[in-house]
Structure formats: C-alpha cells, structure tokens
C-alpha cells in the first residue's frame, strides 16, 4: 500500500517511553481536547520535560502542527478505543509516513544496525538515537506491524521490566570501556524500555544565617550536555561546601 507523505517535521523523533505516549493520548480521552491548540500544561501532572517531549511527539506524527494546532487525525486517535483496531488503523499511517526510512527496510529481517541507521536519518544520534528506536519499535509493534526476531529480541512488557533507575552520579558516562559502550549500541533493541518517567526530580535544601536555601531540579541527567552536565553538579557541589562549612567544628 502507497505511503501518503507529508511535509518533513523540523521535530525530532521521539524518545520517551512508548507507555508515556499511550498515556498522554488516554489523558486527551479522559479530559478531551482543550479547544484546538494544545501546549504543555495540557498534562500538567507531568514534569515539563516530559510535557515538551509529548507535545513533541505529537508533531512529529502530524497529530499536531508545528505550533501545537490539533490536527483532525488527533481527534479520530482521541475518539478510538485504547488499544483498539481503531487506534491502530489511525496510528500506522502516521508511523510509515513519519518513518519512511524505517518502512522503506524490509522490518521482517531488518536488523538493529539498519534501523539505527534509518532513525539516525531523522537527525538522532547516540542514546538518543537508541531511545527513540525503541519507541518506533514498541510503536510499530503495538500496531501489529511484524518485525524481525532480531529488532524484537530484547522487547518485554510491562510486567517483565525493570523499573530501577540508574544515577549519572553513581555511574559516570565515561566510566564505561569501550567494550562496553559497543555492546550497549549492538544491543539498542534489547534494552528494556522503562515504563516510569524518563525524568528525575531532585531537590536539595542549604541552611543559611538568614534562611534556608532550596534548590531543585527536573531533568534527565543523561540527556544533559556537557555544558549543563558541569553546571549542574557544580551548583551541587557548591551547596555541599557550604553545607561542609556549616558544621559545627568547621
């Protein structure tokens, strides 16, 4: 069947949790649309981080345009039944139009390495590059397209995946060999997709002579960049001095 194509999105693929998406659109069903444009507090249970990668989910699929107008195919996916054959027939026209590249493989033997390849098209690269194969997947997967044994190898639901998170500052991205780091790319499909918030929250609170000091953060920490990755813990690391300090004795 011919794929309908659009304009290309300026959006990146997605790359939060395939369950976040499904979620976000259970909300629009439970609270329905609020009129016809969308923006971040629409999910305002939800951290912000995961508010713009929502919205920028739906960009990218075309359910919403590129200034959050709700498209008409947002209201046929509200109206369908979760988990429905209706939900589906909306979604998997949007996903081979929005992947073409993915599509264009033939996904029955693709393997993880010629999937990398057609999301890194998209403008992805690295663990976000991952991320967001395994949302394709999972998404292609709940839509019932059939996929290689290969691209499904280490796909497993809810029930069987870990929930536990890993710290940036237990674990430093460059303690991992280079061993390492090339088992963690061939194995992009067999990493467990966590279903909780892809985001942390983080609050720390000083003593001052005047008052208290409190400073708290939302945000994924291995989506920081190098940048924001030294401001970040040097504001902690500077809190922790002064805490330090503090203490009687000091």
Known sequence: MATTQRAPS????????????????????AHGLPGEKLDKTTW?????????????ALKFLGLVDETERVQPVLKNLV?????????????IPLLRS????????NLKTAT?????????SLGVTGATRDRAARFFLKAANHCGV?????????????SES??????????????????????????????????????????????????ELTLSGTFNPFELDTEERKLVYDII??????????????
Not at 98 to 105: G, P, Q
Not at 112 to 120: D, T, V
Not at 239 to 247: D, I, R
């Open 162 to 211: 870990t929930t536990a998170g890993i710290d940036e500052s237990d674990v430093g991205a460059s303690a991992a060999t280079p061993r390492t780091r090339r088992r963690r790319r061939s194995n992009m499909s067999e990493q467990p997709e966590h279903d909780e918030e892809p985001s942390g929250q983080a609050v720390k609170m000083i003593r001052l002579n005047t008052g």
């Open 146 to 158: 059939e996929l290689s044994a290969r691209l499904t190898a280490g796909m497993r639901s809810k």
């Open 98 to 105: 929005a992947y073409l590249k993915a599509f264009e493989l």
């Open 10 to 29: 300026t959006t990146l693929p997605p790359y939060l949790p395939f369950k976040t998406f499904q979620s976000a659109v259970q909300n629009l069903r």
């Open 237 to 250: 690391d500077l809190m922790k001095q002064h805490e330090e300090k503090s203490k009687p004795g000091n």
């Open 79 to 91: 109206d369908a039944p979760e988990n429905s054959e209706q939900e589906k027939a909306v979604l």
């Open 112 to 120: 993880p390495g010629q999937l990398e390849n057609a999301i890194e």
């Open 44 to 56: 305002n249970t939800r951290s912000s981080v995961d508010q713009a990668s929502i919205l920028g």
